[in-house]
């Protein structure tokens, strides 16, 4: 990043202050005071792709955590934290992953390539090819990868279904509800995958069922 570019940015949010003040003079007191989320987005860490812009939604609104391939992995501590911090505490009503087409970790994940310390965590993309090699083997390049950025969504979805903290607040609140999301870079349209998330808790909880 350029000195000039760094720059910029502090008279960017500078300007972005003002525009909000000009708006409502109280934004900025009341956005201190507490956040109280309807959404926590799990995204990727991908610059093109940033939450709230895309969802078009202010500070505040959405809880947000960001790696590469968007992974839900039962043993980073990091992203375990941040479910249960926004079910337990902030009583999100929606938890979301949004993949997006285009995405470098999903690629780099179908490639037979030796990739040093990310083998470990885009293994769990390569376990998603796995589970789902025969209906992906008779795609064409381009298909297939692009079907493997929704079923990764989906398996993550899934992943989260699976925590103790969702399972025990959609019994007794009948919330939060899990959604799959890809984003596309070429039109910037959100996908709704419109997974049938009661029918895969339901089916979760047969095998996965945390006792209270």
Known sequence: MSTDLYKQIFENNRKWVESKLS???????????EQTPEFLYIGCSDSRVPANVIMGVEPGDVFVHRN??????????????VIQYAVEHLH????????????????AA??????????????????????????????????????????????????????????????KHSYPTVHGWVYDLRNGLLKDL??????????????YRLEA
């Open 110 to 171: 179908m490639q037979p390539a030796d990739l040093g310390l990310m083998n470990g965590w885009l293994r769990e993309v390569r376990d998603v090819y796995r589970q789902h090699h025969e209906a992906l083997d008779v795609l064409n390049d381009e298909a297939r990868y692009r079907r493997l950025v929704e079923l990764n969504v989906q398996e993550q979805c899934i992943n989260i279904i699976k925590t103790a903290c969702v399972q025990r607040h959609w019994l």
């Open 68 to 81: 590469v391939a968007n992974l839900v992995v039962n043993t980073d501590i990091n992203a375990q934290s």
């Open 92 to 107: 999100v009503k929606h938890v979301v992953v949004c993949g997006h087409y285009g995405c470098g970790g999903i690629m």
């Open 23 to 33: 708006q409502d003079e109280a934004f900025f007191e009341r956005l201190a005071k």
């Open 194 to 207: 419109e997974l049938n998330f009661a029918g895969i808790m339901k089916r979760i909880q047969e095998i």
